[in-house]
């Protein structure tokens, strides 16, 4: 497993924990890191929904799985949660992308997930665009796999 580092993330967003992501041992409850993991998706595509009135409309993403390897706990309060993301590799129309949460840069939790480029009213997968493809190349500090 690869520790993630702050250097190979571009987006970040922060966020603090909150009382009530914490469970009864004291430490943020695990189901809280994928929440977290989807705000700083959703932080990395609001730009298209921008760029493209359809998106997130009739077609966009959607997730298809998602792990997580928990590093360190992590506990309230937290006001300096960093979380980066970026798009670790580009498929047909499919890509992966690569959570990594840190605090007082130290990385505590490394995600990844896969979303599918998805057409909701047909309910199919479609190819991802060349220019999606291109707008997430100039947003990446490690070029994508393709």
Known sequence: MNVPTREEFKQFIRLAVRWGDCDRLGHV???KFFTYSESSRMA???????????FFKDYGLIVA???????AQLHYPTENLDIGMRIEKLGRSS??????????GQAIARLSTVIVWFDYRQNKPLPIPEST???IRKREVVAPIE
């Open 65 to 71: 799985s998602t792990s997580c390897d928990f590093l």
């Open 44 to 54: 990395y595509f609001e730009a298209l929904t921008l760029e493209d009135p359809q």
């Open 29 to 31: 409850n695990n189901a």
């Open 133 to 135: 493809r291109q707008w």
């Open 95 to 104: 890509m992966t992308a690569r959570t990594g949460m840190f605090v007082e």
